[in-house]
Every structure is written in C-alpha cells, then in structure tokens.
C-alpha cells in the first residue's frame, strides 16, 4: 500500500497544526486512516514542570521518529502529517533521511509562511510550554527556507501556503 506524508514546514505560528486539523477532517468524513506525528506534543508529554524546552531533545527526535514509522508499517494509515518546523532542506533531509520508505511513497511538503506579524500574533494565543518568545519565531522566521524540487528527495509536488 502506498503512503503519503506530508512533511510541514514553516516558522512557529504560522498555522502548520491547523492546516493539518482541515486536511484531516476530509480524511475523516472520507473515513481515510491517517496519523499526526508532532514533535511538541511527544516533547510536552514528556517534560515536567520547570524543566528546560530541549532537556530530553534526543530522546523526543527518536520518538517521533519511531511514530512516522509505525505509521509508514500500518496497514490501516494510507497519511502521516509530520508536524514540526521543518525550517531547512538540512532539517526535512534530518527526518526524512530516518525514515523506511518505500519507492511508492509520496512526500509533499507543506511550506506554511505567513507574515512575520501573523505568526507573532497567533503565537500570543498560546499558552504555557506552547507560547515561543518572539524573538525565537522571529529568528526561525528569517532563518525558514522554503522546500524546493532541487533537494535531496523526490517531492511530488510542494504545497505553499500563506
């Protein structure tokens, strides 16, 4: 069975997670088996209060590594949405690179990159462990990289948004 993954890309605050909630919820009224994989839920469900962002990096990068996986063994799941920023072609190759995929899966990247301002403001909406400082989204900002078809892996298409 073929697989299809959609690998997210963008700064914090610019929509990456809700642009997942609307393509899963036509995958769901299709009855469509999918799985989202975010690295900030597997990182939040493993921190405890007061302890640093990043103090269980390797162990959060393995574990969602191993979810994609899963994912890409099940027979029930045709979509993985991959929610992280993605900010590079270093940092998608990262991922990707990890993966077991087959010759018949299909990578489609989505670039989310609204206005620097937008991603600001719908962060302020976040609370707790969520909410990234400002000058952390705008330094991931200036630093994001767009997919392009020039890198390593084979995208079926590229998906640009905002």
Do not use: W
């Amino acid at each position: 069975m073929s697989k299809t993954i959609y690998i997210m890309c963008g700064p914090p605050g610019g929509g990456k997670s809700f642009e997942i909630q609307v393509m899963t919820s036509i995958l769901r009224d299709e009855g469509l088996g999918y799985k989202i994989v975010s690295r900030d839920a597997i990182r939040f469900a493993m921190l405890k209060d007061g302890e640093d962002y990043f103090k269980y990096e390797n162990e959060v990068f393995n574990q969602f590594i191993n979810q994609i996986n899963d994912a890409l063994a099940s027979e029930s799941c045709s979509y993985i949405f991959i929610d992280a920023t993605h900010l590079n072609e270093k940092s998608r190759n990262k991922t990707l690179d990890r993966l077991h995929l087959t010759e018949d899966t299909i990578i489609i990247p989505i670039s989310v990159r609204p206005p620097l301002d937008q991603c600001i403001e719908q962060n302020n909406r976040r609370t707790g462990r969520a909410l990234v400082p400002e000058s952390v989204i705008r330094k991931m900002y200036e630093s994001y990289k767009a997919p392009t078809y020039q890198e390593k892996y084979n995208y079926h298409y590229i998906i640009h948004k905002g």
